[in-house]
Each structure stands twice: as C-alpha cells, then as structure tokens.
C-alpha cells in the first residue's frame, strides 16, 4: 500500500529566515493522523536563509539525520564536534543521553536540508556526532547513507532499526529497493518526479509505503529520491 502525501498538505512555517514543511506533527503543526510512521519520527523540509541558522538548543534519546539537499549546513556542539555537511552529504547526530548543538547556513545562497528523526533502540547512550561525503555523481541505483542494520559498513552508523538510502535518476531510468517482511518505507523525492510502483509522485511530496516487498522507482524527470526503511 501507498498513501501519497502531497508537498500542499504539509504543516510548516514560514519564520522568514527558515521556509520550514513538516511531514509529520512537528512544533506548532499538530495533525494526529501524521505522528509518526513506524519508528520515524520526524521528517523536516528545511529551507535556511544565508547567513542564519538554528542557534545552540538541546536533544536527547534520538537519532537526528541530516541530509543536504542543496548549499552547506555548519554543525558545532558541546561535545566539541565541528563540520560542514555539502549537498549530497549526510551528517547524524545521536542525542543519547543530550546534546546542545547549533546548525547555521554560513553560505551566499539558501541551504536546502531534510531533518530525519528515528527513534532510537535505547535510550541513555552517549552522545556523538558524525558525517561523511556522498557524491551524487557516484550513485548507481540506491546507495545507503546511514543505518542501524548489520552488513552496511560503507554508510554512517545510527543507534535504530533503520536505514536511510538515495538515488539520483536521470528521466527513464528505473531503481529497486527491496524491503523486508513487515517493514515500512517512507520515500520523498527532493527533486523531479517519479512513479514507485505505479504511483506518481513529485518533488518533495511524501510517499508512505506498507506490505510492499519491492518498490519499483521510475524517474519521469531527473530526480533525487530520499527513502528511509524503517521498523
């Protein structure tokens, strides 16, 4: 099954120097129907002005990933953890037992970003931070960026039953994911429009997927697609 969540019935905000969409109930969006899908939490489409950011707050028991969709977002927190996460890439932070940190857009131009939230296994873990490259160039058919599954050791390891995975398609080109028995899948393309097995989706709409055991992805336009296979 397929449920199609269009980008026009997102909650969000616009706060001036954040354009923020919600896919699911999130600060001053409340929609009962939208808490969660499975263990995924959260799932924010950010637009970040030059030069602002989210100033020093606090997290805990959750695992936070960030995916770049365009621009650059500077990470610093009080575990001394520094970087700059360029589009394509892909930093996690777990929460654990708390973590303050900032996120600013130190660039010229808007910083596009999906923030990912996965209920983690356990909570009381230490905290930690981490990120890595994934160029999109490099990319043949879905490609794992972070995950909590055995056997994914090329990807960033996160403290939950989960995996998030990307693909860049150019228009015609077909990819396959395969999920599990009993798993749920939540897919957003960032770009372009696709069809997943036989339903049409455009950029940024939300795909929420159950009891499917292959999902067929087409790109009719070039396209970006962000998927987390989650419990």
Known sequence: MLELRP??????????????HHHFSFAEYHDPQRMNWGNLRVWNDDVIAPGTGFPKHPH????????????AISHADNLGS?????????????AGTGIAHSEYNL????TKIFQIWIIPNQ??????WGARPFPKGQREGFVTLASGKEGDHESLRIRADARLVAANLKA????????????????????????????????????AIVD???LRVTAIED???VLVDIA
């Open 123 to 128: 909570e009381g873990d230490a905290p930690a």
């Open 60 to 71: 805990r028991d959750m695992e936070i990933i960030t995916y770049v969709r365009e621009g």
């Open 107 to 110: 660039e010229p131009t808007p």
């Open 7 to 20: 980008f026009n019935t997102l909650g969000g905000a616009n706060h001036g120097w954040l354009d923020a």
């Open 223 to 225: 396209s970006e697609i």
């Open 212 to 214: 499917e055991s292959v």
């Open 82 to 94: 520094k970087g700059r996460t360029e589009a394509g890439d892909v930093q996690v932070m777990s």
């Open 172 to 207: 015609g080109e077909t990819a396959e994911y395969r999920l599990d028995g009993g798993r749920r899948a939540y897919l957003v393309p960032a770009t372009g429009v696709i069809e997943v097995n036989g339903l049409r989706a455009g950029a940024r709409d939300g795909v």
